[in-house]
């Protein structure tokens, strides 16, 4: 498809299981894309598919007036925005950079207050829906920034993602996303335990998911979760290690709120325990393998 005129140009830096599929649908949309990522052989398939490869995150900036970045952590994102070779080194005035990484509040806030001081804007628009959700565009996107800037990047939101909501200022929707994790990560340890007790009660334990699916107890957590569980497959697409520096960050926050996340608190030491006997890169429903030991 031929970029059209009309449509601004965009960037898009890490191209990961989540960052790919999200830059491939902007493509596929129409918008002209500069893509970055550490290892060329992520840009080849999206070059390929017609986008512009980036040499750095600046020279992504400099070809575009939204850039979008997708990768693990905080200190990733201030790299990749802040750097000697980042977005803040090409970008002009009026640009806006929207991190779709899940990271510290603060973190993004202070990112933010420095991109400013620059004339550029940054929005956090973390999302939720996993790698089916990037795919196939019906990601829930919680945003955090100005009314302005949420109102230049709706669009291509729309492209994105199905569940699209302004939460607030910046750093809004980073407070959001710890919400999202801590409803999912303390829902699988829910869904782990049953399964066990299920299994353990000498009961088959896919009867009992389709037994829950029909009630209060139903999720998408138990639903996709459980039967990667009961299989004891734990090869998936949701590895562990995020949803430990996820709910880490969740904990940080209580921590300078001064209140306590009891439930979270025991997921963490889960996840350290996960991490601890190798599984980092497994998929998050191995906390079974540690609920059962």
Do not use: W
């Amino acid at each position: 498809m031929e970029p059209s005129p009309a449509l601004p140009s965009l960037g898009f830096v890490g191209l990961g299981a989540m960052g790919a599929p999200m830059a491939r649908n902007l493509l596929a949309a129409g918008y002209p894309v500069t893509v970055h990522a550490r290892r060329h052989v992520l840009v080849r398939p999206l070059a390929e598919g017609g986008a512009r490869a980036g040499e750095s995150p600046a020279d992504v900036a400099a070809h575009s007036t939204i850039v979008h970045v997708m990768v693990t952590d905080t200190a990733a994102v201030e790299e990749v925005v802040l750097g000697p070779r980042g977005i803040i080194q090409g970008a002009q005035r009026d640009t806006i950079v929207v991190d779709h990484s899940t990271i510290s509040p603060s973190g993004s806030k202070r990112i933010a207050e420095r991109l400013r001081a620059h004339g550029i804007e940054m929005m956090d628009a973390p999302v939720s829906g996993g790698i089916d959700g990037a795919a196939a565009g019906t990601l829930a996107i919680m945003a955090g920034g100005s009314e302005e800037s949420f109102a230049r990047c709706l669009p291509v939101f729309r492209v994105l993602g199905k569940t699209i909501v302004h939460i607030g200022p910046n750093g809004a929707g980073l407070v959001a996303k710890a919400c999202n994790q801590i409803a999912l990560i303390v829902n699988q340890l829910g869904a782990a335990e049953a399964m066990l007790l299920a299994e353990r009660s000498g009961l088959d334990p896919m009867r009992v998911k389709e037994a829950l699916m029909g009630g209060f107890a139903a999720s998408k957590i138990l639903d996709v979760q459980a039967p990667k569980m009961i299989r004891r497959d734990f090869s998936g697409k949701i590895e562990s290690r995020l949803h430990y520096k996820d709910i880490l960050i969740a904990l940080e926050m209580a921590h300078e709120l001064g209140i306590e996340l009891p439930a979270s608190a025991l997921a963490s030491k889960i996840l350290t325990a996960l991490q601890q006997r190798g599984g980092a890169r497994h998929d998050s429903a191995a906390v079974f393998t540690i609920i059962d030991s």
